[in-house]
C-alpha cells in the first residue's frame, strides 16, 4: 500500500464483493461514496447500490468524531467494509485504501471479466503527518488542457495528496481569465514559440504555444478537485516572472529603463527574465483586482503571491523607482519588494485568505505572521521561517523537485539539475533536524515540485513524476521513520496499479527509448555545483 498505513491488523478471512453489495453511509461522506462507487461500478460491473445493512454483503461510510483528522479506520471482516472517519477527507483516504486492497485491475476504466474482487479481512488505523500534502504543477510553461489536469488530480489523490499548487502565470504564459484585464489572455495567453532543450544557446523551435483557463473551467477544476479531497492552491507569480503581464499591459512595466529589443512579448526562452513590474499605487490597484477575481474562483484559505527570482537590476537603474522608495522610506530594492509583498497580504488578509509564497518573500523584512512560506532553495528557508515564526510548506530543490534528471544515464529527457532518485526522495524529511520542537511545529507540509519547460505533454509528465511523486506521498504522510526497502518492496506492487490507470512511469532501469529526448540538449549540473548556487541565493535570509 501507499502510503504505508500506520497501523495494520491482520485477520482470518475475507469480503467479497458481488453484485448483491452495497455501497453508501453517512451523507457528509457522499463524494468519498460517489468517488468509491465509480471505481468499483467501472471495473466490476456491480451496481453497488446504496442499500447498507452491515448484516449482510456491504460497504459502508460511518462518521466517527475521535477519529483523528484525515485520518480513518478501515474494518473488513467476512460481513463487509466499514470505513470509519471524523471529515471527508479521512473518509477519503480510506476508500483509497479499500481500492489498494484490492486488484490492480480495479483501476480499469472498463469492465474487467473473470476477477475475484475480495478484500483480506483486516483493520487499518491511520493518520496523515502534514495536512498539507501537496504538489505543485507549472501550467505557464507549459499549458495543459483541463483533461490533463482532471486526470494529473485524480493521481494525485490516489496517492493521498490533498493540494494542488497551481502555477497559473510566468514569463512565458498567462493561464487564468481575468475579466477586468482581457489582455492578459488575449496577449499574454500565448508565446510564438518555444526554447528547443535546456542549454543556454538552445534554439527557438518556431512552433507558437498557447492557452489559457475560462472561469468554467477553473471552478470545474477546483469542483473536480474537492470531490477528491484536494485544494486547489492558485499561484500569481508576481512582482518577478513577469514578461506576459508586461505583454499584455505594457504600463505596468519599469517605464524609465531600457528594455531587451524584443519586449514587450511574451517570452519564449527558460530562464529568468529582467521583466519586473513597476511599483506604482497603479500596480498594486491592478493586482488587487486580479486577486479579487481571483479568491472568487478559488475558495482556498491560501492564495500564493509569487515572490521567487524577481532579478530588480531595472528597479535599481530606474529613477522612478528610486524615488518611490525615498517616498517610502525604503532603503533597498529588497524592501521594496516586501513592501509591495505587504500590500497584497493587506488585501488578501482583509478577504479572510492567507498569503503564500516563495522563501523570497522572507527577504527585505516586515512579513506579516500570517503568511507561510514555501521553502525551495534548500533548507535555508524553512529554518529562517520557523524560527521567526512563519508557517512553512517544505518543497526544497534537491529532494522534491521532480523536472530535475533522475539519475546520470545519457539517455535521460534533456536533464537538468543534480540527480533525484526515488531513494532520495523517499527518504526526505521536512522538517530540518536542527529546529526545536516549537518551531518544527511550523512545518505544516511538504510538496513536490513539477516545473514544466521540458514537459509538453501528460506523458512526459508522467515521467518526471513517477514513481517518485509516490515516494513522497508516503513521505508526507508518515513519521520520520521509514523502511527504503519495505517501500520498494511496496512500489513494485504499486506499479501494477500505475500499469493499469495508464500511467508512463520512468522504469528503474531508465528510459524507454521513446521517452529520451536526443534532438533536445540539457544542462545537468552536480549536487555541489546547486548546492554553492542556493548558499549564495540564501545569504539574506540566513545573515
Known sequence: MLPLPASIQQHDGAFTLSETTGLGGDRRFTAATRWLRGVLQTSTGFDLDARIDLRTDSIAFIHDDTVAAGGYRLVVDADGVRIIAADASGAFSGAVTLTQLLPPSVNRRALVPGVDWTVPATTIDDAPRFGWRGVMLDVARHFLPVSDVLRFIDLAARHKLNVLHFHLTDDQGWRIQIDAFPKLTEVGGWRTESQHGAARQAPGDGRPHGGYYTKDDLREIVAYAAE??????????????????????????????AQDADEPSVWTRWGINEAILDMGEETVVFFRTVFDEVMELFPSTFIGVGGDEAKKTRWAASARTQALMAE????????????????????????????????????????????????????????????????????????????????????EPIPVGPPLTVAEVYTFDPVPAELTEAQAEHVIGVQANIWTEHMDSARVIDYQAYPRLCALAEVAWVGRERDLAGFEARLQQHLARLDALGVEYRRAAGPFPWQERPDAEGRPSTREQRAALVAELTKDIRA
Open 228 to 257: 477528491r479531497s484536494i485544494t486547489v492552491v492558485p499561484e500569481i507569480d508576481l512582482p518577478g516572472h513577469a514578461r506576459a503581464i508586461i505583454a499584455a499591459y505594457p504600463e505596468l512595466g519599469v517605464p524609465d529603463v
Open 328 to 411: 517610502r522610506g525604503l532603503g533597498t530594492v529588497e524592501e521594496l519588494q516586501a513592501w509591495f509583498i505587504r500590500q497584497l497580504e493587506a488585501h488578501l488578509s482583509a478577504a479572510g485568505r492567507r498569503l503564500y509564497g516563495w522563501d523570497e518573500i522572507l527577504e527585505g523584512g516586515g512579513l506579516p505572521k500570517d503568511a507561510t512560506v514555501a521553502s525551495w532553495r534548500g533548507e535555508f528557508g524553512a529554518v529562517a521561517a520557523a524560527r521567526q515564526g512563519y508557517d512553512v510548506i517544505a518543497c526544497p530543490d534537491d529532494r522534491v523537485y521532480l523536472d530535475y534528471r533522475e539519475s546520470e544515464l545519457p539517455g
